[in-house]
């Protein structure tokens, strides 16, 4: 078992900043009592797992009023990248603990698993104890599992999450490429309201998710260029993969040519064929560190 700490590390930055996208994407009925203007992100909290008999840190507690009770509520969000047989009782410990800590000041407290794993799996949600003729619990979270979730509900969304985490939908392996190029149309009506750190902030998630294919890349961006020319140098600008194969990979590919042929002849080459991939002169120039005058020279 594998666990990315990168993943996470992005994962959990995608829910601090779009946690109202998040919310409004997979719980509507639940983001329609928040009210979003009071929401803050608690401090850590170091819970105790009795179960595992560990120290655990509760890293997405938020804070925000619920308009059917006019108090404050707490959300605890969960991301679950691995199967864990304790899960649902991990679950339950952490709701323990806020609930004995936050009862008198917070009138509902509400968790939140997300499952990120790539298989395909029933996730359980609920933890129930009881004898006969009696329960004595029972304890059921909220959950999102990211691979049941059909991708193409969300390609007509503006939600910066669905747009984020497109790829790790379900979908089959011949629409792959479909997918990815539908999360660069997401992408490009982002633009139109999110500030560039938020932008490469969803830029960044997805390119954990999709598997680079160079050959692909290459003609999906050829066609986005072709439907969109404003937008083309802005995509390649912000996708860090095909950031590294279009100017970082492909100036080096220059330089090495320039050994064997000369710099200068080589790097000449480079520069006609990122203009020839729609590059504009400005982006190139700024890409090879030369005028932009010698750029339109060879145009």
């Not at 994962?11 to 409004?24: A, H, N, P, V």
């Not at 009138?107 to 996730?123: C, G």
């Not at 129930?128 to 979730?149: G, M, N, T, Y």
């Not at 692909?216 to 140098?233: A, F, K």
Request: hydrophobic share 40%; proline share 3%; net charge negative.
């Amino acid at each position: 078992m594998e666990i990315s700490i990168p993943h996470d590390e992005a994962f959990k930055k995608l829910l601090e900043t779009f946690y109202q996208e998040f919310i409004e994407l997979f719980f509507p009925e639940l983001g329609a009592m928040l009210d979003y203007s009071e929401t803050r992100f608690l401090m850590q909290e170091l819970l105790v797992d009795i179960v595992g008999e560990e120290a655990r840190e509760l890293d997405l507690l938020l804070e925000t009023r619920y308009k059917g009770l006019d108090g404050y509520i707490l959300i605890h969000l969960e991301p679950q990248s691995y199967r864990d047989n304790e899960f649902r009782e991990r679950m339950f410990i952490y709701y323990s603990r806020l609930f004995e800590r936050y009862r008198k000041d917070h009138k509902l407290i509400i968790p939140i698993a997300i499952f990120t794993s790539d298989e395909v799996r029933e996730e359980q949600d609920t933890l129930e104890i009881s004898i006969p003729d009696h329960s004595i619990l029972r304890f059921q979270f909220l959950k999102v599992e990211l691979r049941k979730q059909n991708w193409r509900r969300f390609i007509d969304s503006d939600n910066a999450v669905a747009a984020a985490l497109l790829a790790k939908m379900g979908y089959t392996t011949r629409e792959a490429r479909e997918v990815r190029r539908e999360f660069l149309r997401m992408f490009m009506k982002l633009r139109a309201r999110l500030d560039q750190g938020r932008l490469a902030l969803i830029m960044s998630v997805a390119d954990l998710y999709f598997k680079s294919d160079r050959a692909q890349d290459e003609e999906i961006l050829r066609e986005l260029i072709d439907d969109y020319p404003e937008e083309g140098e802005v995509i390649m600008e912000l996708m860090p993969a095909w950031k590294r194969w279009g100017y970082e990979e492909g100036i080096a590919e220059g330089m090495e040519k320039g050994i064997e042929k000369g710099k200068e002849e080589g790097q000449a080459e480079t520069i006609r064929k990122l203009l020839l991939h729609g590059f504009s002169p400005e982006a190139v120039s700024k890409a090879v560190e030369l005028p932009l005058e010698e750029i339109k020279k060879l145009m």
